[in-house]
Structure formats: C-alpha cells, structure tokens
C-alpha cells in the first residue's frame, strides 16, 4: 500500500522513460537559489523534507497561533507562527530563500489558537532542512532561537502530501475554571429581574445558602470574592454537569457556538466526540473544575459551549435547551474568558494507522520510514510546561485579578432579552432570537476577558468592569467566508 508519496512504486507499463522520471519526482527537492545582489555570496543549497513539529507553547505573549504578514502602515503583534518560523530560520531549517513567506514552504498548523490561548501540544507542517553540515542537534538548536514560551518537542519526517491541518482527525482541549461560578445568581440581579420579567412571576431559582449570608443592601465586595474561593462544590452539581455534557456529543449543527450569520451553513456541523468533567482540584484557595473537550474541530466552540455548560448548571435550566440551540434560530451565546482554556494536543490516528502499516516491512534507518505522530511520549516535558508557564499564570491572575468573578458578576447585571433561553422551561423565547434587527440592550462582551496576561493597570480595568465604570466591548462578531472558517479550526 503506497501511503506516502515517495514510498517505492512499481514500474510501470510506459517503459523505462517513465520510471526514470517517477525517480527523478522522489529526489529530495533543493532550496531554488534567489536572484543576489552583487557581491552576494551563493547560499549553500540543501535538501528540505516534509516534517511535521511538535510544539507547546505559552499564549499570553502571543496574539494568536497564526501567522501575520506585516505591513507597513499597520501595528503588528507577535504570533507564535511567526515566532516559531523567525527562529526557524535563524537556526537554519528553512533557507535564506524561503525566510521572507511561509507559503513557500508550506505551512499549516492543526490548530488555530485565538489570541492568548495556551497550548500544551500542537503540531505545524513545513519543508524543513532537517541538518546543517557542522551545527549539531538541529532541535536542540531551534529551541536555542526560541523564547522559553515557546517549545519545540519533537520534529518527523511525514509523507509528502502531509498537512498539519487536514490530515488532523481531532483535537483535545481543557478548560478550567474556578468552581464558584456554579453558585447562583445572585437574588435581585439583572438576570433574576428579566427572567421574572419574562415568566411574569417570581423566579424560582435554585435555593443556595451561599446567598443567605450575605447582605444584599449592603454587599461587602471583597468579603463575597473570598466566601466564593472558600466555597466547595457539591458532589450533586458536578452530577448536574455530568448529564448536560452528553448534549453536546455526537454530530451536531454547532452555528449558535460559532461565528456564522448562515446557521444552515455545512461548516457548522461538527463532531463532538467527549467531554468530561474531571475531578475538582484546590489550588491557592480556590477550587477549579476541569472539562476536558474531545472534538473534530472547533471554531470557539470551546468557550461558548462551556458558558451553555456552566449558565444552565447554575440556573437549573433543562439541558435539553443545548438541543434547542442546534435549531436553526440564532440567539447570543458568550465567551466564557480566555483565560482557562488549554489546547492539549492534536490527534492524528488515521494517520498514525497508515504509516505503522507501511512500517512493518522497513527498518527504522529506512530513507521511507515515517514515524507515527505521537504525543503521548512527550507528556512528562509537557506536563512540566504546563505546570511553570500555563497553571501556575492562570491561576495567579485570578487571583489577583478576581477575573472569572469579575467575568460572572458582568453576566449576572445583564438584565435584557439575549439570554432569557436560560429559563425553567427550557425554551427559546421570540425575544431571545436575533432578526438581524437592532437590539435595543444586547448582551455586550468585553474584551478583557479575551486577555491572558495582565499587568497592574489590566487589574485594575478588571475592577472598573465589576463597577460598570467602564466598557471596553467587543466589535460585533462578524461571520466568516468558507476559507476563513477552515483557518480557524482548530
């Protein structure tokens, strides 16, 4: 079976000619040399493969994975793309000739991160030079070029037809988020008061005694921050949360979950494979819950299904609401923040099945041998990364920032129509349904809670939210054309 593209083929009937030129097409290509000013030297040309490279890095710097061109009349942010590529080029895995696009060399990614987001594992595919006469350890070199928020854990040769994206079956993520933002609305929120608008009568939300302590005339707001951090979660909310996720597996029309006007479109159908809520852990205080997501791919589904996720837990709205909202009516879905969610790894098994197949017959030093990807054997390194530059970030920014608190008082004082979805019967209400007509109280996200590093005057700004003395929104969501989509799965 001829898995990979420069895998032996048999000659054909055409003769001699024509095997001589499916041999010539199996040669390593070379770097083409670039038109050099005078008295430019010729740049050594070596033979580049396609590779697929494991990396995992720390989002905070980084505004996003993918790759930015630069132009001159605009500001331009790092990306872990082109990071990743400017170190590849200075330690020589890609040339002199190939370092001004990464086009050139092909470049895909598995996975797509928004701005922030952490990554613990995630693969990018590119025709690398995978030695240099006289340097060494090509890997050992790369993670010499690259700042210590960005690690490169591995790098295989892969088929030539490889694409980190595509050939990607699934991918894993984490969110994590303190346990407190399952307790419910406070009574007399904004919230409360349009539900009972809504149902015309007093809403019956679930009974709580974290709330009858509390001085509702007069709320003590750092008194409430720390009874929240102290507050444990019952083993029969977490059971709750167990019977919502099943709503979520399997193949569904995910258009509310996404940025999409077209709510038909067959980009918003996706694959969910699992999702688990795994058990509780006390860091600094305070509790944190994390669910670990399983799926084909995702375009923020993440962020909005784990605000479905916690928002019907802690109202006691039926979880058959998540079925609902596969219906074709669209209504606003929030972002949960930014801050807890953790892309784990890419998943490549179809392909990982392929290549041990064609394997079977070739030792390991074999020129068409093709390790499986495999992210499994890199988790110790993995899990030391996560623990200095990912939990141990997270978690101090909320404890410093009170940023999930600040995040679910700013959901609760929401008193419009957006979310009345949330309600005991379950049901979508006309007013909840976005006609393309201008609302006259929309549900306004913030953009703070887009960010994953912060600085004192940041903390400060987090503060100025939960006191609605100021309002840094969101630009409107606006929908994707079919190819940005693809760019953003992930």
Known sequence: MNVDGDVGEKPSARGQKGKERRQNRRKPRVEAPKERAEGEEREGRLPKKMCAMLIG???????????????????SYPTVEGTLFDALCRAGAISKDNSDDPLKVKLSRAARTDSGVHAAGNAVSFKMIMSVPGQGDMLSRINEELPSEIRVWDFVRVKNSFNARTMCDSRRYTYFFPSYLLIPPKPGSGFVRAIERHLGKPYDAPVHSFWSDVDLEHPDAEEETRRKRAWRVTPELIARLQTITPQFEGTHNFHNFTITNTPNASTNKRFMRKIEILDPQVHDGTEWIPVHFHGQSFMLHQRKMMFALIMICRTNTPPHVITELYRLPLVTVPKVPALGLLLEAPVYGEYNKNVIAANEKLDTDSPDYRPPIDFDKLTDKMEDFKQKY???????????????????????????????????????PEVAILNGQKRSKRFKENRVFDKTAFVNNDAEKVTEVIEGMEEEEEEEEVALSKQEAAEMEG
Not at 57 to 75: I, T
Not at 402 to 409: E, P, R, S, V
Not at 412 to 427: F, K, M, R
Request: glycine fraction near 12%; hydrophobic fraction near 35%; charged fraction near 20%.
């Open 57 to 75: 890095f720390c989002g905070s710097p980084f505004r996003g994975m993918q790759y930015q061109k630069v132009h001159p009349d605009r500001v």
């Open 390 to 428: 990912i939990y141990g970030s997270m978690r101090g920014i909320e404890t410093r920032t009170g940023l999930f608190d600040a995040w679910i008082q700013m959901v609760d004082n929401y008193d419009g129509d957006d979310l009345l979805y949330l309600n005991p019967e379950g049901t979508i």
